[in-house]
């Protein structure tokens, strides 16, 4: 919460700047006019799988948009982005908008499409463990994640929901930065480490590590990530924001039709470095847990889990209501 105190404090001493979008029209070969659109994404990860297809098919072209896509590498920068102006959609985890939100800004940032029903991240251990239970953890090291970002909060929220108390019946190391845990695993510190893709199925595939447990699956469903932009970039641009929906939901549609091989083939190009077996292999893990809805429509039961894990965590000041910081007009009408 600190963080985004300091946040919005010096986004109010930033001078106002223009939004993305309001950039000359890009002129195709086709003499098509496309719109310009920035999107700043939290990661670059095959956990968001349908967005990448969108763009590998086409579908933002299809629906008039000249999509820029930058990566953030956290929520605090992709919300610095969007408050800014930097970007006129941010794509994270929907938690930073009641965050900001309760610090008071101004120009609400509003989400409007949901992209994953699941926590994204994987419980590994030393050992093939085929009947794992949770109260396995007791008394272990686990290499767990930042205090107060979502995947530490999910993991703490499991522990609760099966009577381990975190604090108390095992030693979690929140110590090491996120995406160096897998190699501190691999150098023998802990017992589990909780991790995304590709560094648990890395860990499998050089024998130093086996996956026992999803937390996408134990956690419930839960709005890990969303599309937000402020209250008035949505007010100002509703045809634009609503073409972006649409080109997201073909996304979603295709990836509710097609295997994890064809889909893991249409975004290869955005994981150059990620050999095809690996990404099918992610891809299908993804997959079997249900982790896509197969619409975009944010609805209130996974906004109020997504305030229990919060509240349960002690993040939380009070519950926000749903109806100010959720809109599901675009992804209902994409839906039809």
């Not at 105190?5 to 309001?22: E, G, K, N, P, Q």
């Not at 095992?170 to 510190?189: C, E, M, P, V, Y």
């Not at 937390?215 to 949505?234: M, N, Q, R």
Request: net charge negative.
């Amino acid at each position: 919460m600190k963080k985004f105190s300091l946040l919005l404090v010096a986004i109010l001493m930033l001078t106002t700047v223009c939004a993305c979008h309001d950039s000359e029209p890009k002129q195709t070969t086709s003499e098509a006019v496309l719109t310009p659109v920035t999107l700043n994404e939290v990661a670059h990860s095959i956990f968001y799988a349908p967005q990448y297809v969108a763009i590998e098919k086409g579908y933002f072209e299809e629906e008039g948009i000249d999509l820029e896509l930058v990566t953030g590498f956290g929520a605090d920068k992709v919300m610095t982005a969007v408050l800014s102006g930097e970007a006129d959609i941010g794509f994270m985890g929907s938690e930073s908008t009641i965050y900001t939100y309760q610090e008071g800004a101004n120009d609400v940032i509003m989400n409007f499409a949901q992209l994953t029903q699941r926590a994204g991240n994987f419980l590994v251990s030393r050992e093939p463990m085929d009947d794992f239970e949770w109260k396995d953890l007791k008394g272990k090291d686990v290499l767990g994640g930042r205090k107060g970002g979502m995947p530490e909060m999910v993991f703490e929220y499991i522990l609760k929901q099966n009577g381990i108390d975190p604090e108390t019946d095992l030693n979690i190391d929140q110590s090491i930065d996120f995406g160096s845990t897998a190699a501190a695993f691999s150098s023998g510190q802990g017992d589990f480490t909780v991790e995304f893709e590709p560094h648990a199925t890395s860990l499998e595939l050089e024998s130093k590590g086996y996956v026992v447990a999803s937390l996408g699956e134990d956690s419930g469903y839960v709005p890990y990530t969303a599309y937000s932009a402020k209250s008035s970039f949505i007010e100002k641009n509703p045809e634009l924001i609503q073409k972006f929906t649409n080109a997201l939901q073909k996304g979603m549609d295709f990836v509710q039709t097609h295997s994890p091989e064809e889909i893991a083939k249409i975004i290869a190009p955005q994981f150059k470095e990620t050999d095809m077996k690996t990404l099918t292999t992610i891809v299908k893990r993804y997959y079997d847990q249900d982790t896509w809805k197969a619409d975009l429509i944010f609805e209130k039961e996974s906004f109020d889990l997504l305030q229990d894990i919060l509240e349960t965590a002690g993040e939380l000041k009070e519950r926000v209501p749903y109806k100010d910081l959720v809109t599901t007009t675009f992804a209902e009408k994409a839906a039809k």
